[in-house]
């Protein structure tokens, strides 16, 4: 059974503060994701990674950055956070080259006041 | 055109009746589609994946393929409340990722 977990359900932070979103997964998967999902805007990548040190932006990488040390555990970082990246920030992994789809983690509420 | 395509919805669906969730999806080589159920509040989960054209069936999900009119849908027999949700159409494109539609929101009439 996939398990994705994200370090915090919901986290409240003032504009300006660097921001530490983690994700972990347990299933040895190659290939992990950061989305943040808006009303009536969907699901939109931010960043993405297919092997440790590896990553590549998204559609919307601006105001973001990650980091990948360890295969299992995949970062997102709001280097100086802003009112307009409050939103749920959702992390996925998958295995590579298979035909299975992404599992995603629970994901993050985040609020910038 | 969108790579990925659902009609937002709502779409309100008495209890005990078939609901009918649609997508279209732009890559023709696109070889692997999901569907996922995400919950207010919460992240999609996966209910469905279907690789071949046809019909694949899963308790009272049905997911149907049809990959020559680039159509996917998901079917849900005996609707019962639990199942208001927001379902999500994903498709694997030709450079091997997942594109997720924007979820048609299904409401479930007690």
């Known amino acids: 059974d996939v398990k994705v977990t994200q370090s915090s359900r919901y986290l409240v932070k003032r504009t300006g503060e660097k921001v530490f979103l983690e994700c972990v997964q347990d299933m040895d998967h190659e290939n992990m994701f950061w989305y943040r999902q808006d009303p009536g805007l969907g699901l939109r990548l931010i960043y993405f990674s297919y092997d440790v040190k590896m990553k590549e932006k998204g559609d919307i990488p601006e105001g973001y950055s990650v980091s990948r040390e360890k295969k299992e555990r995949f970062s997102l970082i709001l280097e100086s956070a802003s009112t307009n990246q409050t939103s749920m920030y959702l992390c996925a992994s998958r295995l590579a080259g298979g035909i299975e789809t992404q599992y995603f983690g629970p994901g993050t509420r985040l609020l910038v006041l | 055109q969108k790579e990925v395509e659902q009609n937002s919805g709502p779409l309100s669906v008495p209890e005990g009746a078939i609901a009918s969730l649609n997508c279209t999806y732009s890559d023709r080589v696109s070889q692997s589609f999901f569907w996922y159920r995400q919950y207010s509040g919460k992240s999609p989960e996966l209910i469905m994946s279907i690789y071949s054209n046809g019909d694949k069936e899963d308790g009272r999900f049905t997911a149907q393929l049809n990959k020559a009119s680039q159509y996917v849908s998901l079917l849900i027999r005996d609707s019962q409340p639990s199942d208001s949700a927001t379902y999500l159409c994903?498709?694997?494109?030709?450079?091997?990722?997942?594109?997720f539609g924007k979820g048609t929101r299904l409401h479930i009439l007690p």
């Open positions: 994903a498709v694997e494109n030709r450079d091997d990722k997942i594109i």
